[in-house]
């Protein structure tokens, strides 16, 4: 697998920290309040060969316990405890899947914690886009490029609307799989160069420049796009990204491959999972 990208331009970092602090005036008071005299009347009594029963006491009208101090309650710099918390049970939310807008679609992913992020998308290039395109697409493959948007054009289209608004930098690496030159073993840049694409526009642009020079191939294993992005999240130093995955269907799984047991390219693809959570 090519692992060989790297973000362009510096990546930012971004770091914060909290402090809380608390003051309390207590040395204050005890120097400025009135000292009692019932210490003294305690040793005077004390001197007396006669002691008064124990009687319970009963304070005057005019007597009020003294005031109580207490500390004021720690400053808030810039956001406390609790807002934290709301923003942490918010990036694990559950997004559903009922909506009826891209609108709609966007202010759920920002309340479920997605306020910014890095996009990678691979997209699918495997031959099997031409046996479903033949019953799903007028007989055409889903890649093919003519008057109206394929499916993949349709699909990125989409996403673009839904998803640029979160990307903080609108640099998205693109990266193709299952063609003839990278079958299940690898991807190819969207870029001979390796650069990134600059927003959803050039995504689309690049997509149909190299579609007509592709043969596609198989099989098909999500594991090396997967391992690409995580080779990107690598070199960012560990900020959000989220890969979406443009594909016809699922993981290559032959005829051949036990009941009960995965293909290689399935069991390539949970790995890869696995190892990126």
């Not at 009347?41 to 006491?57: K, L, V």
């Not at 890969?243 to 491959?257: E, M, Y």
Request: a negative charge.
């Amino acid at each position: 697998m090519g692992g060989k990208s790297s973000k362009e331009g510096d990546y930012r970092q971004s770091s914060s920290f909290r402090s809380s602090s608390s003051s309390s005036s207590w040395n204050e008071y005890s120097q400025s309040y009135p000292q009692s005299s019932y210490g003294q009347e305690s040793q005077n009594y004390a001197s007396q060969p006669y002691y008064a029963p124990q009687q319970s006491y009963v304070p005057p009208q005019s007597y009020a316990p003294p005031p109580q101090y207490h500390a004021p309650p720690p400053p808030d710099y810039g956001g406390g405890h609790a807002s934290d918390g709301r923003r942490l049970d918010r990036r694990y939310s559950r997004i559903a899947d009922n909506y009826s807008s891209l609108d709609q679609v966007t202010e759920a992913l920002a309340s479920a914690g997605l306020e910014s992020s890095n996009l990678i998308v691979g997209i699918d290039f495997t031959k099997s886009n031409e046996w479903t395109g033949a019953k799903s697409f007028n007989r055409k493959s889903l890649h093919h490029i003519g008057d109206t948007l394929n499916p993949y054009e349709q699909a990125i289209s989409i996403i673009g609307k839904t998803l640029a608004a979160f990307d903080e930098d609108n640099m998205i690496p693109c990266f193709g799989f299952g063609d003839a030159s990278t079958h299940d073993l690898d991807v190819f840049s969207f870029h001979p160069d390796e650069k990134f694409c600059n927003g959803f526009e050039e995504v689309l642009c690049r997509y149909r420049e190299i579609v007509p020079h592709l043969r596609l191939a198989g099989p098909t294993s999500f594991a090396p796009v997967i391992e690409m992005a995580m080779t990107i999240v690598e070199q960012s130093g560990g900020q959000y990204h989220v890969l979406v995955i443009i594909a016809d269907g699922q993981v290559t799984r032959s005829v051949d491959t036990e009941r009960g047991r995965l293909s290689p390219q399935e069991q390539k693809t949970v790995d890869a999972i696995v190892e990126a959570r």
